[in-house]
C-alpha cells in the first residue's frame, strides 16, 4: 500500500538525497550536488500554497512529489513541480497511485485541474494517467 504524507522540513535531506540519485539517471542524466538539491526542496516546501508529500510504503519513503496550489479566474489549480521515484520503484505503479492520492486529496479541497511540465520525451507517464496536452506552450530562453 502506498501513503502520501505531507512532508515537512525534517524530509529535506531525504527528499534530496533521492532526487540526486532519481535526476543521475535517465531521461534528466543531470549530476546534482546535495546542497543545490536541498535549497531546491527547501524552496518546494515554504510559501503560500507550497506543499510537499512523501511516498511512502508501511516502512520506507520511496518517492516523492511537490507543487503548489493556484487560483485562477474561474477554479483553483495544483500545479506539479516535481515527482520522483527511486529508481528501485520505477515502472511499477507507484507514480501512479501517488498521483491519483494526490487527486481525491485535491477533490476534497475544490481544487479541480492539475498541471505540470514533463520532458518533452517522456510524457507516456502522464498519458496513462489522464493527462492530455493543452493550448499552453513551454517556453524557455537561455541567458
Not at 533521492?18 to 535526476?23: A, E, F, G, S
Not at 511512502?56 to 519513503?61: A, D, R, V
Not at 527511486?86 to 481525491?104: D, I, W
Request: proline fraction near 2%.
Amino acid at each position: 500500500m502506498l501513503f502520501l504524507r505531507q512532508c515537512d522540513k525534517s524530509d529535506v535531506k531525504s527528499a534530496a538525497q533521492m532526487l540526486c540519485i532519481v535526476y543521475s539517471e535517465l531521461p534528466q542524466n543531470e549530476s546534482w550536488q546535495l546542497d543545490r538539491a536541498e535549497k531546491r526542496i527547501e524552496m518546494y516546501i515554504s510559501g503560500e500554497g507550497r506543499r510537499g508529500y512523501a511516498l511512502t510504503t508501511e516502512n520506507e519513503t520511496i518517492g516523492y512529489l511537490f507543487g503548489r496550489k493556484d487560483f485562477l479566474a474561474d477554479k483553483d489549480v495544483f500545479y506539479v513541480d516535481e515527482l520522483f521515484v527511486h529508481p528501485r520503484y520505477q515502472r511499477k505503479g507507484c507514480g501512479s497511485l501517488a498521483m491519483g492520492e494526490l487527486e481525491r486529496e485535491l477533490k476534497k479541497e475544490g481544487v479541480s485541474r492539475i498541471e505540470l511540465h514533463p520532458i518533452a520525451d517522456d510524457i507516456s507517464f502522464y498519458k496513462k494517467n489522464g493527462f492530455s496536452t493543452s493550448s499552453y506552450v513551454y517556453l524557455e530562453k537561455e541567458i
